[in-house]
């Protein structure tokens, strides 16, 4: 297989509010960060997955792995601190082992479980026109930026009072989704020129170097667990696929 992919686990989930990494709760009888190994596992097209996790994580995930069939395809990274700095390890372990056979890299949230195939070859294919695309929904909600908003969680930093919001029209406003999937060269240069640099997503970092990444619509139960209540609403899609 030509494609390598790069799933960030090594986050703690801090926002879903459990004690143990949010990758490890229940999802259809095994853990959360599973789902979205066997999917890529199941594709032919995928030569490796690099699973970058925590130093803390990592006994657990090397013996959860050892439940999998097709195993022997999985290598284990340390990630970083910053979901960048994670991708980045795992791209220096693409570098260490693919000897020139991988093509092209997917990034994709270990908490992303329920990506469709469907969705996949939209996205390989674009990628292999364009050399990079990404997933992604259009906004459905109305947008507002608060000035002094700049946590992930909403809540301010600053001055205690309320915020301003500023309405933004959300006409032609997409929701990046992952897998964000890229030639191999592209991606390696947009981090040898960016490392270090803040990112939640990876075509940031591609689209800073002026190459154009294509948006695919992709489906909109893509989810990623984030809080408890999406852990619920993954549980009943999935039952729901089962019938
Ligand atoms: N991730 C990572 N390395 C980091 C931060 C995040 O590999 N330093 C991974 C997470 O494990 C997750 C994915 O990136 O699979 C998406 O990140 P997010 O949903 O934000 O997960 P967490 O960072 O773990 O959660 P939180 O932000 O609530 O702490
Ligand atoms: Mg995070």
Redesign the pocket.
Known sequence: GSVAVI??????????GEEE???FASLGNRSL?MH?VEIFLRRTEVGMIVL???DRDRERFEREIRELSGSDRIRVVL?????????AAALDEIDRESANTIEWVAVH????PLVRDTDLDDVFDAARQTNAAILATPVTGTLKREPAGNR??GARTGDAGLGHGTTFDRRGMWVAQ?PQVFQLSLIRGAYDRHRGRRA?DDAELVERMGHPVALVPGAADNL????PADLLLAEALLSERMK
């Open positions: 799933l960030p686990a090594a986050g703690s989930g801090s926002r879903f990494n949010k990758l960060w979205a970058a996790v925590s990630g970083g601190d910053e979901r960048s700095d994670t991708v949230d270990a908490a992303r992930e969680d992952t939640t990623k667990i984030t809080y």
